[in-house]
């Protein structure tokens, strides 16, 4: 083995075999490599060189002590603060990515997050700050001014007719309802505004210790931290007061989809699809009375109805 001018030392030169004790301990000891390290370099198992290392007589570290860490500097220390909120919520990069960006551990990068304050991203597959949203000037003047479609301002702007109908919502715009076919009442609503002028919702709400939050902005913007999902208070909303899951997500903070799975998780039953909810119904009639019978109570399910069938016809055959 080629030994390297910076390696040489007079009193301990290998003559020939790459794992004699002495050289080992030398790169060992006054060179302070690794045994991963001396193994690398000498072309040899990580085990053999351990043998040999006690083999001459060489007590070996602790695994992680006296290693060799980069030295940062006290200005990159002042400034990572920075760099860091820089990189999580302007460059949207994860914590894996800063990691490897400032070359420390994922977990270092998670501790530091925390201790400057930086809030974290929510988890999971919806997440409402990777939402896409549409720009409130450019969606008032297509939608509102020059009177476009929600699926042409779509068009206009990268997004499906459904995004671009719930920015218009989380911002508080004018949504014209309806259809081709023109109904009787509104045709314009308002739908934060009018969720909190229902007054089954307002005293829902009230009773569940719910603020109201005023339209204007996006979902992150207007709930910086989402209202607890319960299942009194998703009863008594998707029920009682006959709202959707979208008019949920406006209430409370929280994603119509995360809402969808905490109601299968509580066996909330859903109502069937097509057609519009009971609030949107009772607001096109301008009332604000106690909803449908449907809305009030969830319907109950085909087994339970045919056991009740048929207990009614054991006990009339009994009664004869």
Request: hydrophobic share 35%; charged share 25%.
């Amino acid at each position: 083995m080629t030994v390297p001018a910076d390696d040489a030392c007079p009193s301990c030169v290998p003559s020939g075999d790459p794992l004699q004790p002495s050289w080992l301990a030398h790169l060992y000891l006054c060179h302070g490599l690794s045994t991963y390290q001396i193994a690398a370099r000498a072309g040899a198992d990580r085990q053999r060189v351990t043998r040999a290392l006690h083999k001459a007589g060489v007590q070996l570290r602790p695994r992680g002590e006296d290693r060799f860490r980069p030295v940062r500097s006290s200005g990159y220390q002042a400034d990572l603060p920075r760099l860091m909120r820089e990189l999580y919520q302007e460059s949207r990069l994860s914590s894996r990515q800063i990691a490897a960006v400032l070359g420390m551990p994922e977990r270092t990068v998670r501790d530091r997050l925390r201790r400057y304050g930086i809030k974290v991203r929510s988890r999971g597959r919806w997440n409402r700050e990777d939402r896409t949203t549409a720009p409130a000037g450019v969606l008032r003047l297509l939608y509102v001014e020059l009177g476009m479609t929600a699926a042409e301002a779509g068009q206009r702007l990268g997004m499906s007719g459904n995004t671009v109908l719930r920015s218009a919502h989380a911002l508080g715009l004018p949504v014209r309802s309806g259809g081709a076919v023109p109904l009787p009442g509104p045709s314009e609503i308002e739908l934060v505004s009018a969720l909190y002028a229902d007054r089954l919702i307002a005293g829902v709400l009230t009773a569940h210790g719910v603020p109201q939050v005023a339209p204007g902005g996006s979902l992150t913007e207007r709930f910086p931290e989402p209202v607890p999902l319960t299942t009194p208070l998703v009863k008594d909303l998707y029920w009682a007061c006959g709202v959707s899951l979208s008019h949920i997500e406006l209430l409370t903070g929280q994603p119509a989809e995360s809402i969808r799975g905490f109601m299968h998780r509580s066996d909330i039953s859903l109502r069937p699809p097509g057609g519009r909810t009971p609030f949107m119904r009772r607001w096109r009639s301008g009332g604000t009375g106690p909803p449908c019978h449907s809305a009030r109570r969830p319907p109950r399910p085909v087994h339970d109805a045919r056991r009740a069938e048929r207990a009614e016809l054991s006990g009339k055959g009994d009664a004869q």
